[in-house]
T-cell receptor, first 110, second 111 residues
Framework: DGGITQSPKYLFRKEGQNVTLSCEQN?????MYWYRQDPGQGLRLIYY???????QKGDIAEGYSVSREKKESFPLTVTSAQKNPTAFYLC?????????FGSGTRLTVV | GQNIDQPTEMTATEGAIVQINCTYQ??????LFWYQQHAGEAPTFLSY????GLEEKGRFSSFLSRSKGYSYLLLKELQMKDSASYLC????????????FGAGTRLAVHP
């Protein structure tokens, strides 16, 4: 079955560490997105990509980095520069007007 | 600027009807989506409007007025499992098809 796989489901990070969240899709979608969600709030756009080797900053890109070396993969790195990284991270992909979301990664700083 | 407004919380009774409003002011518009999200889970698609009018799908309906920057989601015959957050999202008209989300409305359905 086609879909988006995010891993891990839960991730714990020590302060000062970089961590990478995985997002893989087998839907052959061109566009991919990373969103952050804080408790009781909506989704805020971190980064997005339309094609391989191209990506754009969203509304809250500071402290994050991405790469798009393959169409299927769009990993998100949360760097030590992100001062408040504890949140729920969602990856999505789209083709035309349909969007598919992954099941999310919950990142906690310990 | 981009601004999407929804009520923060709503409560309703099982079996009743509830309407969740969404107003938007965005630099571009290429459709409006409604998603349902249970706590800790990914959003699930409910409806999509790009033209003015009402779209009906089972117990859920969604309405759009582009001239007023306004949409609503109507949920009929409420069930306890409808307790969730409901997210309004506008698709940007730029080439990247970004979705811009409102903060969401938490709906609590009571017996």
């Amino acid at each position: 079955d086609g879909g988006i796989t995010q891993s891990p489901k839960y991730l714990f990070r020590k302060e000062g560490q970089n961590v990478t969240l995985s997002c893989e899709q087998n839907l052959n979608h061109d566009a991919m997105y990373w969103y952050r969600q804080d408790p009781g709030q909506g989704l805020r756009l971190i980064y997005y990509s339309q094609i391989v080797n191209d990506f754009q900053k969203g509304d809250i890109a500071e402290g994050y980095s991405v790469s798009r070396e393959k169409k299927e993969s769009f990993p998100l790195t949360v760097t030590s520069a992100q001062k408040n990284p504890t949140a729920f991270y969602l990856c999505a992909s789209s083709m035309d007007y349909g969007y598919t979301f992954g099941s999310g990664t919950r990142l906690t700083v310990v | 600027g981009q601004n999407i407004d929804q009520p923060t919380e709503m409560t309703a009774t099982e079996g009743a009807i509830v309407q969740i409003n969404c107003t938007y002011q965005t630099s571009g518009f290429n459709g409006l989506f409604w998603y349902q999200q249970h706590a800790g889970e990914a959003p699930t698609f409910l409806s999509y409007n790009v033209l003015d009018g009402l779209e009906e799908k089972g117990r859920f309906s969604s309405f759009l007025s582009r001239s007023k920057g306004y949409s609503y989601l109507l949920l009929k015959e409420l069930q306890m499992k409808d307790s969730a957050s409901y997210l309004c999202a506008v698709r940007d008209s730029g080439g990247y098809n970004k979705l811009i989300f409102g903060a969401g409305t938490r709906l609590a359905v009571h017996p």
